[in-house]
């Protein structure tokens, strides 16, 4: 997406950054350059205004969800490791092991069969 003009940042540059600015999880500095490519850039302003809009209707529809304390603790725990370059279990370590009783079957490699016509 471009609007064919050179700019002094690239159109696939502020595209691949887009959700950091519309978070604004970027430096003040970044979202200057991004703000003022937006001015020059009609393409990019258009898919920066979709984002924008599915991002509000996204919370206007599902942020009122609370998130339960343990879940909270347990993804920002996760981040945390990711973010010091710890390796991150595969599974929580810290769940109790499922009890034979509540075990799922194991799952069949059987194909299903179409049903037969008459």
Known sequence: MSC?????????????????????????????????????????????????AVKKLVKRCCGHDDVPGDLRSKVMGRIELIRSGQAVPEQDVTAAPASPATSAAPVSSATPTAPQES
């Open 4 to 52: 064919g003009e050179p700019h002094e940042t690239d159109c696939s540059e502020i595209l691949d950054h887009l959700y950091e600015f519309l978070d604004r999880e970027m430096p003040d500095s970044d979202c200057v350059k991004f703000e003022h490519h937006f001015e020059e850039c009609s393409p990019c302003l258009e898919k920066y205004g979709l984002e924008q």
